[in-house]
């Protein structure tokens, strides 16, 4: 898995393997509210994914930064573990054709899907992963 700094909210700054949970896989979303109007539309169906799987999946958002008026927007849908990036690091490091899109990491630090694009694909991809 590619390993790079990103920020929380808090503005810590932290190595994206830091935030894998060791026990469970971990899926992060990719999106892009600069580029992607469909991104922000989102957010309260990852903060139901994020209910639905806790326990069964580390789900973390990986965004680019967010100006205060998204950081409403994920606040109102209730989304946790947004992480950010500066530049599209993250994206080109994973090989993120299209946003909004997801991958899964295995517990030990390997991806352990390929990416899956847009609502659909994420959810068909979060239920594979739950049942590994």
């Not at 700054?13 to 469970?24: C, F, H, K, P």
């Not at 209910?51 to 409403?72: I, M």
């Amino acid at each position: 898995m590619p390993n790079m700094q990103v920020v929380d909210r808090t503005g810590q700054e932290l190595m994206l393997a830091e935030l894998l949970d060791a026990g469970i896989p971990t899926v992060i979303v990719f999106v892009d509210p600069k580029g992607c109007t469909h991104c922000l539309e989102l957010f309260p169906e990852i903060a139901q994914w994020q209910a639905k799987y806790h326990g069964n999946l580390n789900l973390l958002v990986l965004s680019t930064r967010l100006s205060p008026s998204d950081w409403e927007i994920a606040d109102k849908a209730k989304v946790d573990n947004i992480l950010e990036q500066s530049v599209y690091e993250a994206f080109e490091s994973f090989e993120v054709p299209k946003i909004p899109s997801a991958t899964v990491i295995h517990p030990s630090g390997t991806i352990w899907a390929p990416i899956a694009i847009g609502p659909e694909g994420i959810y068909d991809l979060l239920e594979l992963a739950s049942k590994r």
